[in-house]
């Protein structure tokens, strides 16, 4: 039965998909030429997709990491007696945070950290912890009164609340914000082709620039996928991490 | 023994307790009873400093509450409350296995006590062991919270409404329960409620609390029979018509039936009934 539901996963099949494109696209190049006649190379061969997904995922799982570690941090500091006067200003750091365009922060980035990855992972940090922070305050507020109450009634220390209460209790809303970043992060990485970085929108913007359209295609299919994908893995883990008698956040 | 002397407490300038002086002898039943905001519910609170107070001393078998950590104050005092506050994402077991597994007791003999303690409440430990709340009634939610109360075997018991949200024949079995705890482990248990006939029927003694301060002391029989004042006349309620009308279960608390909740009427002609009979 477990095994059945493996097998018929569209995460499994998803990621076969992914994979098979991912090494096979010179292999479609005769599709490409029909499709689109007169453009050559009909597939893009700058670098292999699989050293630009390699890249890409390296960028995200900086900044994600980077984001996930501080935002976690920020939400237990500031839901903890001692921080909660810094709720509302941590809140509102973290939205100017997503209000500004990781295109303009790529611009302004780039004059004091060169060009190349590093204004790319910084420009996804600042627009990845939004929700990462507001899901976290918001999971671990939604511990229920009652629970904490008697948890500290019984003599949990600060320490043990917050480790074997506040976090397990909190821990499917905190995923399911990661899921949220790590998706958009996934999408957003494609401008850092712009300044230089390796990702899967070299591509795209190669393609954009010399009016190759095959490159855009092969750059956002894979980048589409590549999102999907880990979107499914993300579910997949929010119902493994599911603590018995409680409920999924999404 | 519990011992407040001159405690009070206040939030922003308004005292909720005030100067607040009563001792608990050990053993006893003591429930605080009040309407909402007297501070009963705070008093209790800062017997285990979930309530840090402003002023005063409370001591507990002789020693000073704030003579060691919270926590530590809090692992020998046992301490159940109205919404339960079972931790949802864990078993039936490692809910009542809180407190020893916080003092390190060994895995048999937390196992043996979460086994005594199933069957003491009267939930078939094999049958309930491993469930969680979600998959509870409400009252045998509620003994769970009470077995964890229980668990480390503390001399003091703590607890706030604890039977405030279940239905009135839950809770009618429930405080039978508890009576029947009290009788066989002689644990000093101090209870609120706003409940009357909850706290004439539990108590070996009442301490009922008007904005902070103490109203009166006394057994439950003191309580009816000689109010102090016109506000404990009031809360308690038309007590010499209860005291006439009470006949039909002079003889047993049997004869009384499942205890009524609150009623407004001033006329209570079965609270005497609803006293432990006899004590």
């Known amino acids: 039965m477990r095994r059945f539901s493996i097998i018929t996963s569209p995460a499994l099949w998803v990621g076969v998909f992914f994979t098979a494109l991912l090494f096979g696209m010179p292999q479609l190049a005769p599709a490409f030429e029909w499709s689109f006649p007169g453009v050559s190379p009909p597939v893009f061969e700058r670098g292999s997709f699989f050293a630009l997904w390699l890249s890409h ?11 996930t570690v501080l935002g976690m941090v920020l939400a237990i500091f500031v839901t903890r007696p001692a921080g909660r006067d810094f709720r509302s200003l941590v809140s509102t750091l973290a939205a100017v945070g997503q209000t500004f365009p990781p295109a303009a922060v790529l611009a302004l980035a780039v004059p004091a950290l060169g060009f190349g990855p590093r204004p790319t992972i910084v420009a996804l940090f600042l627009y990845g912890l939004l929700p990462i922070i507001e899901n976290a305050i918001a ?11 008697a948890a500290r009634g019984m003599g949990l220390s600060p320490w043990q609340l917050l480790r074997d209460v506040d976090l397990p ?33 070299t591509p795209i913007f190669d393609g954009l620039a010399g009016n190759k359209l095959p490159f855009v295609i092969q750059g956002a299919v894979l980048v589409a996928l590549f999102a999907i994908l880990t979107d499914m893995l993300f579910a997949r883990l929010e119902r493994w991490l599911q603590l018995p008698g409680t409920q999924p956040a999404v | 023994m519990i011992d407040l002397d001159h405690v009070s407490k206040r939030y922003d300038g308004r005292a909720v307790v005030d100067d607040l002086s009563l001792t608990v002898p050990d053993g006893a039943f003591c429930v605080l009873l009040g309407p909402s905001g007297c501070g009963k519910s705070t ?6 400093r979930l309530v840090p107070f402003d002023s005063g001393i409370i001591h507990i078998g002789g020693e000073d509450v704030r003579g060691v950590s919270p926590e530590t104050l809090r692992r020998r005092i046992g301490y159940a409350i109205q919404s339960i506050g079972l931790f949802p994402h864990w078993s039936v077991e490692d809910n009542i296995a809180t407190v020893p597994r916080l ?16 069957e003491l409440l009267r939930l078939d430990p094999e049958n309930y062991r491993h469930k969680y709340p979600h998959q509870l009634s409400g009252g045998e939610q509620q003994r769970v919270g009470v077995a964890r109360a229980l668990a480390a075997d503390p001399e003091l018991l703590l607890m706030d409404e604890p039977f405030g949200a279940v239905d009135p024949i839950t809770r009618d079995a429930l405080q039978s329960e508890i009576a ?21 029927r539990l108590a070996t003694v009442i301490a009922i609390l008007e904005k902070g301060g103490l109203a009166q002391w006394g057994t439950p029989l003191e309580i009816v029979d000689q109010p102090a004042s016109g506000f ?44 432990r009979w006899p004590r």
Request: net charge positive; glycine share 12%; charged share 20%.
């Open chain 1, 139 to 149: 999971g671990l507020e939604g511990v229920p009164g009652a629970t904490r109450e």
């Open chain 2, 103 to 118: 003092l390190n007791w060994a895995r048999n003999r937390i196992r043996d006590r979460v086994t005594e303690l199933l």
């Open chain 1, 169 to 201: 209790l909190a821990a499917p809303v905190i995923l399911a914000g990661v899921r949220v970043s790590v998706t958009i992060a996934i999408g957003t990485a494609t401008i850092g082709s712009t300044v230089g970085a390796l990702t899967l929108g």
């Open chain 2, 43 to 48: 008093t209790l609170r800062m017997i285990n």
């Open chain 2, 232 to 275: 404990v006349r009031d809360f308690v309620g038309g007590e010499t018509a209860a005291a006439s009308n009470c006949s039909g279960c002079a003889g047993s608390p049997s004869g009384c039936g499942p205890a009524k909740p609150l009623r407004v009427s001033p006329y209570r002609p079965r609270l005497r009934c609803a006293m």
């Open chain 2, 180 to 200: 029947r705890i009290h009788a066989a482990t002689k644990k000093t248990i101090v209870f609120v409620t706003h409940d009357i006939e909850e706290a004439l």
């Open chain 1, 57 to 67: 995922a390296g960028l995200v799982l900086a900044a994600s990491g980077a984001a």
